[in-house]
């Protein structure tokens, strides 16, 4: 039923040539009525039309179920006669249908459509000559009816065609436009090292660092420090058996300051997950690594002073501390009490600048 459903939604009211057939089946056979209809499970679709202004009716009423049953043409001369139309509700002008004619509509794969079929409110008898002219009509009209499915087809692929082309072109331009505007180095490569696309910060690194010109097909290894080449080369053979790695370091070029970087060697994947090249990133850390390095250095100053510091802090109190033996040895010290409160905050004041100095010293050696 799906595959009539194909031929109900066609749009075939204002179509010339079917009804030009419909009119001429009418006439030759001299009856009110001529159409073309389909059916689906349970209703008859009645597409194009002469003398009935019904758009559709239930299945179990229409002649044409019966007609579909067989491959040639079916005629009711008398439905009075016919058990099968026992009080039909079908009427034509007012009266009972008494005469159908019908031709099945079987397609090139043989499947049933419906029918082209001719009636009148009274009974008929059709000729040799007027049933032939129903099959080559209706051999037409199923001719017809493929073509326009097929051309129904034609438009619908087309379009989504269209549509994907437009999906896929505005995806790449989306995607093409982040690649570019990346402030990163990014090259895309083959599973044989060759560059097979890159951004515009790679294209002018290498131009502006190798004197030339990167272009697509080259093999990228030429670009690589040689101090790097042996991590690439393993890292890059990770990445194409779909291990992801990220490596850190710092390059110095001939007539350019030290540059700080991180690298990433990515598995690129097809449609079908697999691995068809690396891509390639590096990142220009530099910035963040000469920030560190200034609070390092920050760092390191701020503890050499609070080494110096320390010192200068001990020397007064290593003087008072002297002058407290030297008194002690004078005087009976246990008998004067403020002198012993006075060693005691002396000892744990010198306690103190002694831990304060090996935190400095282990701070500065770090």
């Not at 067989?70 to 009972?96: A, C, H, W």
Request: aromatic fraction near 8%.
């Amino acid at each position: 039923m799906q595959e009539v459903s194909r031929f109900i939604s066609l749009d075939l009211a204002a179509d010339k040539e079917l009804q030009e057939v419909v009119d001429m089946a009418a006439v030759a056979c001299q009856t009110p009525v001529a159409l073309i209809t389909f059916l689906n499970e349970d209703t008859q679709y009645l597409k194009v039309k002469k003398g009935f202004h019904v758009d559709s009716f239930a299945r179990d009423i229409s002649f044409c179920t019966h007609a579909i049953q067989q491959s040639e043409i079916m005629v009711v001369n008398d439905t009075q006669y016919d058990k099968r139309f026992d009080n039909n509700p079908l009427i034509v002008d007012g009266k009972p249908v008494r005469f159908y004619a019908g031709v099945p509509l079987i397609t090139s794969k043989g499947l049933a459509l419906g029918s082209l079929c001719v009636l009148d409110n009274q009974p008929r008898e059709l000729t040799d000559k007027h049933l032939m002219l129903l099959k080559i009509l209706a051999n037409q009209v199923v001719k017809s009816l493929e073509l326009m499915v097929r051309l129904a087809e034609m438009e619908k692929n087309e379009k989504e065609v269209l549509e994907q082309k437009a999906f896929i072109e505005d995806a790449t331009f989306r995607l093409r436009s982040f690649f570019e505007s990346s402030t990163n180095f990014h090259v895309l490569l083959g599973m044989g090292g060759e560059v097979i696309d890159y951004n515009k910060t790679a294209y002018n690194f290498v131009k502006a660092v190798h004197k030339t010109k990167m272009k697509r097909g080259d093999l990228f290894l030429q670009y690589v420090a040689p101090s790097f080449v042996s991590t690439f080369i393993d890292k890059y053979h990770l990445a194409l058996q779909g291990v992801k790695s990220v490596e850190e370091g710092s390059t110095e070029y001939e007539g350019r300051e030290i540059i700080w970087w991180d690298a990433s060697f990515e598995p690129a994947r097809n449609n079908n997950n697999e691995v068809v090249g690396v891509s390639y990133i590096i990142r220009d850390v530099s910035e963040r690594k000469f920030k560190e390095q200034k609070i390092v250095d920050q760092n390191q100053s701020l503890l050499q002073i609070a080494h110096i510091q320390a010192h200068e802090f001990r020397a007064p109190l290593t003087t008072i501390m002297g002058l407290m033996d030297l008194i002690k040895d004078e005087t009976d010290a246990a008998s004067i009490p403020y002198l012993q409160f006075l060693e005691q905050a002396i000892a744990n004041l010198d306690d103190k600048i002694k831990n304060i100095v090996v935190r400095i010293e282990d701070g500065v050696i770090k």
